[in-house]
C-alpha cells in the first residue's frame, strides 16, 4: 500500500505540473491564429488531466492514510504484547498515566509521519524540485529570483528547529503528567472526597494543566513562526516573479504564456510551501514520540526460557536473603523451611515483614539469588516464569476485578467450567450470603477494579477465583483481612473442604487462618523468628502464643458481644 501510495505521488505531480505547460501553450499560440479545434483539443486534455489528478491524488491518500493506520493499529499491538511480557518491576517504577500517554498521543504523532507526513511531504519533494528545473529551462533570472527568497526561509528555519523538538518534547512529558494525575484523581476519587482533599488534588492538577498549557503556548509560538514563514515566503516568491518576469516580457525576453506558466507553477508550488512548514514542524514531535516508545521496547522482557515440568508443589528454601533493587536493608534475612505437596505453610509477622515478598518470589515477579528457592527439585531460575506461575493459584490481599459480570470475574469466562464448580467455588469462599442482595445476584455487573464492592466481597470473589482453578498451589496474601469472624469460619471450613491435596502457603495476621497449618512461620523484619506447628507454637510461649491468647480473647469478646445483641433483639 505504502509503495503504491508512493508511486502515485510522483505521477499526480507530473500531471499538475503538465498543465501550466498546457495553458500556457495555449496562450501564447492564441494571437499566432489558434483554431477553434485546438481550443477545443486543449480542453478535453485539460479535462483529462484534471480527472487523472483527481484520481491518482484520491488513491494515493486513501492508500498511504490507510496505510498509517494500520500501522497505529499494529504498532499499539505490538506495544500492548511488549508490555505483557515485561516483568513486575519495571511496572512498580512507571506510571500508568504516562504509559497511556504514550501508546495514545505518541502514536498518533507517529501515525502522521506513515500517513499525512509521508504524503504531503512526497509531494513536496517532487513538485518543488521539478517546478524550479521548469522555471530554470524557461527563465534563469525568473526561477533564481523565486530560489533566493526560498533560501531565506530554509536559512531562519535551522534555527527554529531544535527548539521545536525541544518544546515538543516538553509537551509530551506534560501531557503525560496531566494524564497520570488524572487516573490516580479518578481511581481514588473515594478517598479525594472522605478526607475532603478535593482543593488540593485541584490544584495539583491546575499546576499540571499550566506546565502543559505554558509548553503548548511556546510550541505554538515556535509553529506559528514556522508557518509565518512558509506564508510570505509564497508572497516574496509572487511579487519576484512579478517583478523580474514582467521587466522580461516587456523586454521580449519571455512571452506572457511563460509568465502565466510561472505564475501557474507557483500557484502549484504555494501549497507544497505551506505543508513544508507544518511537515518540518511536525518531524520533531513525532521524533520526540518516537523515542518516548522506543524507551518501553528497549525495556527487556521477562525471560520466558526454562525448564517446563509438570510440577506438584513441593517447594523447599535455603537461606533465602532477598534485597529490592535500590533498597538498602534486604527484605528477608536467612529464610529456610521445606513443604512437601499437598501441605499448609502459614507466615505470620507485622507490617513489612517479608511475608508478601516471599510470595513474589514464588512466582518470579522478582528473581530470588540463585540456590535458594526451589520447587519439585527446581531451582525457580532454571524454570520457565510461565510454567511455575501455572504452579499458583493466588488470591491477594487487594483483589483486582475487572469491569464485567462476578461470574466472569470468577471464572475468566472459561468456557468449559460447569456451574456446579463455580457455585462450589463461591460457596467455599462464603460469597453465595451477599449474592441475593445484588441487583442481579453473580451477574452483576461490578464496577472498575470491582468498585461497587466491598473490601470483603472483593477478597471473597478473588477468592472463589483461585479456589476454582484446579492448579496444585494456592497462594494466601492474607486473603481474609476485610471479612467477619462469622464469615471467617465459614471461609476456614469451605477451604478445608476444597484443598484436595493442593499446597497452600497462607499469610495473615488471623491466627484462625493457619492454625491447621503443617508449618507455621513468625518473621519479623525478614528474619524467622519461630517455626514448628500450632501447637508447638502454643507450647514454646513466646510472639505466637500471645498473639493467639490475645486473638482467641478478641474473638470471644465479640462472639459475647453478638450474643447479646441476639437476645436483646429476641
Partial sequence: MVVIGLLLVPINCGVMLWMPSLLGDMLDSLP?????????????????????????????????????????????????????????????????????????????????????????????????????????????????????????????????????????????????????????????????????????????????????????????????????????????????????????????????????????????????????????????????????????????????????????????????????????????????FALEPGQKLGLIGPVGSGKSTLLSLLLRYYDPPRGTMFVDCHDVLDLAPGCLRKLFALAPQEPFLFSDTISNNITFDDGTIELDQRDAAVAAAALEQDLPQLLDGIDTVVGERGVTLSGGQKQRVSLARAVLSDRPGMLLDDTLSAVDPSTERRILDGLNESRRGRTVIATTHRLSVTANADLILVLDHGKVKERGTHDELLQHGDLYARAWRLQTEARALETDSDDAAEGGSR
Avoid at 484520481?55 to 500501522?71: C, E, G, H, Y
Avoid at 476519587?189 to 502543559?212: G, P, S
Wanted: a positive charge.
Fill in 32 to 336: 499566432k491564429g489558434g483554431t477553434t479545434e485546438a481550443l477545443a483539443s486543449t480542453c478535453l486534455l485539460l479535462l483529462g488531466l484534471v480527472i487523472a489528478d483527481a484520481l491518482t491524488w484520491f488513491t494515493s491518500r486513501k492508500l498511504l492514510i490507510n496505510a498509517s493506520r494500520m500501522v497505529e493499529q499494529s504498532l499499539k499491538d505490538e506495544m500492548t504484547a511488549h508490555l505483557q511480557h515485561l516483568p513486575v518491576a519495571w511496572f512498580d517504577k512507571s506510571r500508568t498515566g504516562d504509559i497511556t500517554s504514550r501508546m495514545t498521543q505518541d502514536v498518533e504523532l507517529v501515525r502522521f509521519v506513515m500517513g499525512p507526513m509521508l504524503l504531503h511531504g512526497g509531494k513536496t519533494i517532487c513538485l518543488l524540485p521539478a517546478g524550479m528545473v521548469l522555471m530554470l529551462q524557461m527563465d534563469v533570472a525568473v526561477a533564481l529570483t523565486s530560489l533566493a527568497a526560498l533560501l531565506c526561509v530554509f536559512v531562519s528555519m535551522k534555527f527554529t528547529l531544535p527548539r521545536i523538538h525541544k518544546w515538543s518534547k516538553k509537551s509530551q512529558e506534560a501531557i503525560a503528567g496531566v494524564s497520570q494525575q488524572a487516573q490516580e484523581d479518578f481511581a481514588g476519587v473515594r478517598v479525594v472526597q472522605q478526607f475532603d482533599i478535593t482543593h488540593r488534588e485541584l490544584a495539583a492538577m491546575a499546576t499540571k494543566n499550566r506546565r502543559y498549557l505554558l509548553a503548548n503556548l511556546r510550541l505554538v509560538r515556535l509553529r506559528s513562526l514556522m508557518n509565518a514563514l512558509m506564508h510570505s515566503s509564497t508572497g516574496l516568491v509572487m511579487l519576484g516573479v512579478l517583478l523580474v518576469g514582467g521587466h522580461q516580457v516587456i523586454t521580449g525576453r519571455i512571452s506572457i504564456g511563460q509568465l502565466f506558466q510561472f505564475m501557474m507553477y507557483l500557484g502549484l508550488m504555494t501549497f507544497p510551501l505551506q505543508i513544508l512548514g507544518w511537515t518540518i514542524a511536525m518531524v520533531p514531535r513525532a521524533y520526540a514520540a518516537a523515542i518516548r516508545i522506543e524507551e518501553i521496547f528497549e525495556a527487556e522482557p521477562e525471560p520466558q526460557d526454562g525448564a517446563r515440568p509438570e510440577l506438584r508443589g513441593a517447594i523447599e528454601v535455603r537461606d533465602l536473603t532477598f534485597t529490592y533493587p535500590e533498597a538498602n536493608k534486604p527484605a528477608l534475612e536467612g529464610v529456610s
